[in-house]
């Protein structure tokens, strides 16, 4: 009799995130999401790259000094 052919049983859950940088959930005040989105808007880009360039942009303000 010939060989059957294995299957490989599917594994449960999420699958993983390939390396990706981790989630970082936050609430944000209806004003500040909208602030958010029309920089995001007037820039052409994403409401998660607008959050990523604005804290980048608010930590390099506080260079040198020390953190709160």
Do not use: C, F, N
């Not at 808007?41 to 990523?52: C, P, Q």
């Amino acid at each position: 009799m010939a060989k059957s052919i294995k299957v490989a049983p599917k594994k449960r859950g999420r699958p993983p995130s390939g390396g990706r940088d981790p989630i970082v959930p936050t609430r944000l005040p209806e004003h500040q999401i909208a602030a958010i989105d029309a920089y995001a808007t007037k820039a052409g880009i994403t409401r998660s790259e607008a959050v990523r360039q604005l804290i980048e942009a608010g930590l390099s303000l506080r260079k040198g000094r020390r953190y709160k």
